[in-house]
């Protein structure tokens, strides 16, 4: 049963979705909520290793990604009651990690917003080059690096979370319209960065 | 057809361009959707943003986990001075005592590797190393304590739990595995769902995972992701290991 719980948890998100993982999710909420160690345990094993990427990607800062996926997990565990079945756990949880992110780099002053990214420049002047040099994956880092720490989020949220733009609206707490700008933007300055290699995937 | 072909922007194309990502994970209402198949139908240039769409979407989502920002502040630790003689040594045996031990199949077979590769892999075992130690001198008597012979590690028998605030390193684990840096999140879910096995710690700076598996099946288990292609190495995580 623990093992059918954490198998639905590990994968991403689309796989919990569904009336049976609300339900199981209610279920869970209200044994956290009585104060059962063992469902908010449940819970830890199941959000962690999705946590971990969304505020590692988010925050390009792995030595925050602890501290911020534990703060945000301890928010579950004493305030239980501030989930109203009004969204998704998942969603639920992802904007409290969200919200813990931007304390923590603001903390650190790490730049969370984005004011430049429809005139950033490429990373480097010959991206024929570069990725002679490096693997794609290496540079798709490095792009991602360079983007906002609200850009990495949506992109992460969109493509290994595959959640919809409204639902990562209501993690970010902004427009629709935001979430498609950002994503616009970020998938504009990523293909410019591996233009080499995009020529080969059409 | 849905009557919800409402450009917003005043250009289908932009529309259309800004819903792609959604398109290609499947995300869109069921208006959106046919409104885009409706466009790419027609539209050859949209069609070809959909394709680099996708194979975008795969790359990105492929991504292994943080290991290109764990290699970049590795990198950094390296040039900042050599590594403590110790850690060198300690990588040194375990290195030694994998290869005794038959290594990960196959790959102890292959010609030369790269230079940059063994440096990596010796960059790897140092810091998998000190997970070991760590595992070894805090995480295992702990265990000790609370796990009776017979039971699985973190069953429920003795009703023990660690307190909140603990770090997540303190959790029981008795195994460490490394996947190929460039494996796939849904065949490192899968090996973990196909065996029971459940992460409890890691990714560390080179990318290993402290696994617990259960304990009376460890062997079989252990033997299994051995076995996968995506697996460099996995081992058990006991006193004694270490020679």
Redesign the interface.
Known sequence: MALGRRATGAGRLRAASGDESVSSDAALMARIAAGDRSAFETLYRTYHPRLTRFLTHMTHRPTLVEEVLNDTLMVVWRRPESFNGGSRLSTWIFAIAYRQALNAMRRQDQPVEDGDAEARPDLGADPEQRLGERQVKAILADALGALSADHRAVVDLTYFHELGYKEIARIMDCPVDTVKTRMFHARRHLKRVLAGQLADWV | MTGRIIPLHGDPHERV???L??FV????DAGEQAEVEAHLGVCESCR?EE???R???A???A????????WT?MRERLNAGPPPARERDLGARVVSAWRRAGGRRGRARKPATPRTRRIWLGVAVAVQAAVMLLMLGVVWPQVGQRIQPGTGVGG?ATGA?HA?GA??AATPGNALIIFQP?TP??NL?AA??TT?A??VDGPT?AGAYVLHVPAERRAEVLATLSGRPDVVMVQPIDPGVIP
């Open positions: 361009i800004q819903l990502p959604w994970t499947g995300r869109l070809a394709r680099m769409e194979r975008l979407e790359e990105v989502s991504m292994p986990l943080a290991a290109e920002l764990g502040r429920t739990y909140l770090s997540p460039d999140e849904r879910r973990l769902m029971g459940r992460v700076a």
